[in-house]
């Protein structure tokens, strides 16, 4: 018979419980040319990984998709 039991349950017992597997996050982006423009300091951007770059060091997160 299997025992199923909560990660705290577990400890409580003194089993010893692997940390929780963290979620993976990704960025969802259209298809096609990837081309976005800042609507706080109208800089362009042609790659997710310079915009990100960009939230991070400025924190304006309002961006428009150029077509």
């Given amino acids: 018979m299997t025992a ?6 577990a400890r409580a017992l003194g089993i010893d419980v692997p940390a929780a597997k963290k979620k ?3 960025k969802h982006t259209g298809g096609g040319k990837y081309h976005t423009k800042c609507k706080t ?3 362009e951007f042609t ?3 310079a915009e990100d770059r960009h939230v991070h060091d400025a924190h304006h997160v309002r961006y428009e998709l150029i077509p």
């Avoid at 199923?4 to 349950?9: C, D, M």
């Fill in 4 to 9: 199923r039991l909560t990660p705290a349950e």
């Fill in 24 to 26: 993976r996050t990704t």
């Fill in 41 to 43: 300091c109208d800089e």
């Fill in 47 to 49: 790659t997710a990984a």
